[in-house]
């Protein structure tokens, strides 16, 4: 059924799935339901699992990652269901629901920072390369003790990596979506730079 639909009409599909997928605030709706108020208004007042931490609640934390990535996933794994034929509305979905997680039209246009669901994008359209991604953050986080620094240089490797295994199209969707995460890390590259940064098991 679907795959005998305009070719416009598939891709609007794609986008609208992705996006409304993409721009579900599990962060917020998480950390309201526990009764911790709007995540919004702590920390760096961003949605992600980074600020949920900030509330000291590593199980919502956790859930919080875990959701964001797998909505990523759902995006692309919904498309490839609905029309297998069609592999580009299937990225176009995962790219959709990447950019509804960093504005979703429910809280203005301001959401998370995406690496997550850049995960689970990735997770979905191409699972060999989020093997690449860990290796990377791990080691970086590991001997930096930079969790930022790790996803940073992590996002800068998957578009290589694609690359070097002949993914071009996804090499040249991920570069893109890469540029967006650095964006969206403006802060905290400026934190890098002067060594302000917050290191993995600082407090305070």
Same mark, same amino acid.
């Given at each position: 059924m679907f795959e005998s639909a305009a070719p416009w009409i598939i891709y609007l599909a794609a986008a609208l799935i992705g996006y409304g997928l993409g721009s579900i605030p599990f962060g917020l709706l998480l950390t309201r339901a526990a009764g911790l108020g709007d995540v919004r208004s702590i920390?760096?007042?961003?949605?992600? @699992?980074?600020? +949920?931490?900030r509330t000291g609640n590593k199980k919502l @934390?956790?859930?919080?990652?875990?959701?964001?990535l797998l909505k990523g996933t !759902? !995006? +692309?794994?919904?498309?490839?269901?609905?029309? *297998?034929?069609?592999?580009? @509305? !299937?990225?176009?979905s995962g790219v959709a629901a990447f950019l509804g997680h960093l504005f979703?039209?429910?809280?203005?246009?301001k959401g998370g920072k995406g690496v997550a669901t850049y995960i689970g +994008?990735?997770?979905?359209?191409?699972? *060999? !390369?989020v093997l690449i991604f860990a290796g990377v953050w791990i080691a970086v986080a590991y001997f930096s003790r930079y969790s930022s620094l790790g996803a940073l240089v992590a996002t800068l490797v998957v578009p290589l990596s694609l690359w070097g295994l002949d993914e071009t199209t996804l090499a040249a969707v991920f570069a893109l979506l890469t540029a967006i995460v650095w964006a969206k890390h403006h802060a905290n590259i400026r934190r890098l730079l002067s060594g302000t940064e917050g290191k993995i098991g600082h407090k305070g």
């Open positions: 920390g760096s007042g961003n949605i992600g @699992a980074t600020n +949920v931490l @934390a956790a859930a919080t990652l875990l959701l964001d !759902a !995006a +692309v794994l919904i498309l490839r269901l609905l029309i *297998p034929t069609q592999p580009d @509305a !299937a990225t176009l979703p039209i429910w809280l203005g246009f +994008v990735l997770l979905g359209l191409f699972w *060999p !390369a």
